[in-house]
Nanobody, 120 residues
Framework: QVQLVESGGGLVQAGGSLRLSCAASESISSVNSMGWHRQTPGKQRELVADITSGGITDYADSVKGRFTISRDNAKNTWYLQMNSLKPEDTGVYYC??????????????WGQGTQVTVSS
């Protein structure tokens, strides 16, 4: 089974930056999208950003202009650059990848999460 290993979380002051990385343990076939979600207590997990296999990106309204998702296909890795961080960005960030094809059942893999804490 594919495993996703996250790194880059931590504690940062408001206005600071962090870069999250998500590395897949192996090449993944028939990818539709790679992305990042976040979870805070009492809330459902929400989409932060994703990028399709064709390079199209999408962002939550709350992070547009501040966060950038990118990928390095050769390294089976994708990133979330987070700038101008706000306390409201605090949460556990999970990377994910999903895909499938006529020849491969739909799948979805998730990282175990990395804590991002933004202090004022």
């Amino acid at each position: 089974q594919v495993q996703l290993v996250e790194s880059g979380g931590g504690l940062v002051q408001a206005g600071g930056s962090l870069r999250l990385s998500c590395a897949a343990s192996e090449s993944i076939s028939s990818v539709n999208s790679m992305g990042w979600h976040r979870q805070t207590p009492g809330k459902q997990r929400e989409l932060v950003a994703d990028i399709t296999s064709g390079g199209i990106t999408d962002y939550a309204d709350s992070v547009k202009g501040r966060f950038t998702i990118s990928r390095d296909n050769a390294k089976n890795t994708w990133y979330l650059q987070m700038n101008s961080l706000k306390p409201e960005d605090t949460g556990v960030y999970y990377c994910n990848v999903e895909g499938g094809s006529d020849w491969l059942d739909e799948y979805e893999y998730w990282g175990q999460g990395t804590q991002v804490t933004v202090s004022s």
